[in-house]
Structures are given as C-alpha cells and as structure tokens.
C-alpha cells in the first residue's frame, strides 16, 4: 500500500516536569537538544496528562479515551486490546509502526498495534509475574521516602535502560539511511520512542549530577505539613513518609533530577541527530511529551499522583519543518489525548472511533477553528481514591469524591496557592466546574467497576505467580545496575 504521508518521530519519556526544561523557562538546567527542537517547532504550554499516574496515562494516550472509558486506573490494570489505538490507526493508514522502548503495557499484549517493537519494559508482562530487583536502590522507584534518602551520584538502571533504547533507535534510523541511499525506501516510517528518564530513582551518573551540584534551589513554593492542608495530603504525605524532608535530601533528590533531565535530553540529540545525518528529518514530524510531571518537593509533595501543574502538566513539542510554524509558543488548554489526534490527523490516518482527542493541526495553521479550552485528568486508587480535574480556560477544579474540593484561578495564580473553593464570588464557576467535572464520570460507578476488577486481578496474579508465564518482551534489569557512589 503506497503511503505519501510525512515519517513520525514519537519520543515519551516518563515523569518530565515541563518546567524543568529550557524552553520552558528554567534557567539553570540543561537541555540544549529538546530547547533546539522548540525552537524548530512549536511549544504547547498547556498540555494536560490524562491520569497523573503511569499506566492509566500511557493507556489513554493510545487509545485516545478518558482512563474510565479504558477501565485503566491504576498500573495493574490491563488495556482491552479490543480497542484500537493510534498505532492500529497508523497500521490502517499504511504505515508500519515500530516501538522502541517502554510502553508500561499489562497483559498479553505487548504490542497494542505497534508492527514491531525493540525494546521491552523491565516490569513483568502478566500481573504476578517475576518482579524486579533494583538492588542496592530497591524500593527508591515507586512513591516512598527511602527515594529521597537514597538519591544522589551513582546510577539507575533506568538510564542503561534508556541508552539501550537509544542504541537500538539510532541503529534503526541508521539502517533505513542504508535503504534511502540504496534507494528501497519508499514508504514513510513511524517511530515511536519509550523512555524511562527522569522518573526515580533520584540517582544519576557523576558526570551528571556534578553539572548541578551545589548549584540546585530549593522548591520555589514549599508547603509545610499542617492540619490546614486539604485532607487528601495529609493522607499522601503521612502515607509516604514525607511530613518533613531535610533539606540535603531536597537538594540532592532535586540535584539528580536536573541530571536526568540533561542525561535524557543528551539521548534526544543522539536520536535527532542520526535523524539529520541520514537526511531522514525532511517531512518528518517529531513529538516529544511525557506521561505526566513530577513534584520535585514544590507543595512539599514528590513523584506524581496530584493534579498540581508540576504533576499533571506534560511537556510537548511538536516540530514539521516546512509545514508548522517555528519557534511559536501555544497557551491553549490541550490534553495529551489531542496529541494522539495530531498525529494521526498529520498522516492522514482515520481518526480513532471514539477518541476524545482533537487535533491542533488547524489550530497551530491559524485556520478558522473553534477551540474549547478545556481538558481533563484523573486519578483512582484501590485506596478508595476517586478524584478528577477538570482545566476550563483559567480555572482548575480538582474534585476529590468524599472530600473537599479544590479551585484555582491560574491565570491569578500560577502557583496554585489560593484555594477559592470557599470564595462566595466563585460560587457560579464552582458550580459550573462541577457539573462538567462529573459529567459522563461517575465515581460511584467507578468505585464499583475497581473492586470487580481487584477481583479479577486476584485470580489472574495468583495464576501469574503460580505459572510465571514467559514474557514476550522484557528488558533484563539487573540489580548491579542501580547504586549509589
């Protein structure tokens, strides 16, 4: 099937504040490659993860659908793969899309559309498949405090996950040069890019950390542990073990994290400029964004799992040579569902059935469009979690089932440092946000579709244990791999 459509480079990383990128306005850290690709391309400065949690997140950002249409709330839960995603879509249009890299996928398929794929997760494949060893770093990766104890100069398995990554992606790229300059190329390709960094643990090679040791700040906007906190952070912060954290592990935790950022950006340039050399960045369109944020210590908090800017909000850069605009900056409300419909819209792919995603291809071509500000998150645990956001314009509003709601005016304050849930001014745009915050999504319902699937899930890990099916695609991580120096 001939194809005339433009080549994609996709890269996903994993938990990148956007704020911690030059284009974006941090002036201390060093990202020299994703800060060329803005300005080559365009910026969103608005971009809203689905769910502030891995898997929920990357789910949705295939499908094109909201994690309660997906029943993917949590990282155990499995994506249907009777719903097609965007590499289906792109497999449909004549493409052959291949992944490079973490998908964070659970369940038998390890493929989700994708035609071919070169790189695996760490993780187990199945639920009670056989876990990971990290070592002399163990427990540092998920959300806990021994993160921040253990942080600092060494290495993560996660970055020789991600050279790993790079290796096979620039190999690939080489090899269809080889076809280009042979002349058997005719036909676009279709990359996509997983990577682990900066996600913790907050560890990164010397070379790395000593570009910001001594230099780092301290978060700009720290919330000291009170009874004045809303209830759902008392519960997070006393849960996780982070009510107070010193400052030396603020520093060195906050130190490894630019690290990664710059290690991470490092390997971006490898891939690009592989890209370059072999004169294969003509009429491709290259995305970068990430799954969701990180706290890095701003409101006290760490790692994901709030609808705070630094968690909820992603990076995205999305750069056509010859066919968007460069160096443009858009400040419209986006969700990282609509980049899904960039892409498939950009070639010439038919949209997925039921995707809420919205392409911004007129809008970023200054078309006459009509464009809604608005996007939405959310966030359910087996903890008994129900939350959902809703950005409308200026104003969040982060819903919290059973509790408190929060409402801010961001233009106002950017910093989300006053709740105006409470201000009898606010009471209209309160109303209206909750009535489209709980429109179509119904905690209730919610609740009682994830214990069904704990039950589920009890069987199928205790199966997993038990059997230890073989895992079709696996990166080996080894626990010499992590350590602090």
Not at 251 to 272: H, P
Not at 281 to 296: M, R
Not at 371 to 383: L, M, V
């Amino acid at each position: 099937m001939h194809n005339p459509g433009p080549n994609l480079l996709y890269i996903h990383s994993d938990q990148h504040d956007a704020y911690v990128m030059g284009c974006y306005g941090d002036r201390l850290v060093q990202t020299p490659n994703l800060d060329r690709l803005a300005a080559e391309g365009v910026v969103f400065e608005n971009v809203y993860c689905p769910s502030p949690i891995c898997v929920p997140s990357r789910m949705s950002m295939l499908s094109g659908r909201y994690p309660y249409e997906n029943a993917v709330w949590t990282n155990s839960h499995v994506l249907d793969s009777g719903i097609p995603t965007f590499a289906h879509a792109m497999g449909a249009a004549g493409y052959r899309p291949v992944l490079i890299g973490r998908m964070h996928a659970l369940g038998p398929d390890q493929l989700h559309g994708y035609a071919e794929r070169l790189v695996g997760d760490h993780g187990p494949n199945h639920p009670g498949g056989r876990g990971v060893d990290h070592g002399e770093l163990s427990g540092t990766a998920g959300p806990a405090r021994v993160s921040l104890q253990k942080s600092g100069a060494g290495q993560s398995a996660y970055q020789v996950h991600d050279e790993d990554v790079t290796a096979a992606t620039v190999d690939y790229i080489n090899r269809l040069g080889v076809q280009k300059r042979a002349g058997l190329l005719d036909t676009p390709f279709s990359i996509s890019v997983g990577f682990m960094l900066p996600h913790q643990p907050f560890v990164a090679r010397q070379e790395d950390y000593q570009l910001y040791e001594g230099r780092m700040t301290m978060p700009q906007n720290p919330e000291p542990f009170s009874e004045e906190l809303h209830p759902y952070f008392r519960w997070w912060r006393e849960k996780c073990g982070i009510v107070s954290v010193s400052d030396a592990e603020v520093l060195r935790a906050r130190t490894a994290y630019w690290a990664l950022v710059t290690r991470m950006d490092m390997m971006i340039g490898q891939i690009l400029t592989s890209l370059r050399e072999n004169g294969l960045d003509e009429n491709t369109l290259i995305l970068y964004s990430s799954d969701h944020g990180e706290q890095i210590g701003e409101h006290g908090l760490w790692w994901k799992q709030t609808f705070y800017e630094h968690s909820v909000k992603v990076p995205a850069i999305l750069s056509w040579r010859g066919t968007l605009p460069e160096g443009v900056r858009c400040n419209r409300v986006v969700s990282s569902l609509d980049l899904n419909a960039t892409m498939l819209d950009a070639l010439g792919a038919t949209p997925l059935p039921h995707s809420r995603g919205r392409s911004t291809l007129p809008l970023l071509r200054d078309e006459d469009t009509r464009w809604e500000d608005i996007a939405f998150s959310e966030y359910c645990t087996d903890e008994g979690c129900y939350h959902r956001m809703v950005r409308d314009g200026d104003w969040k509003l982060n819903y919290y089932h059973g509790q408190p709601v929060q409402l801010f005016n961001l233009k106002e304050d950017p910093n989300e440092l006053r709740d105006r849930a409470d201000d009898p001014g606010c009471s209209n745009i309160l109303a209206q946000l909750t009535q489209k915050v709980l429109d179509g999504w119904n905690p209730d319902e919610v609740a009682g579709q994830m214990a069904a699937k704990r039950a589920d899930l009890q069987i199928l890990s205790r199966w997993g244990r038990n059997t230890q099916p073989a895992d079709q695609y696996r990166w080996n991580l080894l626990p010499e791999m992590d350590y602090l120096d």
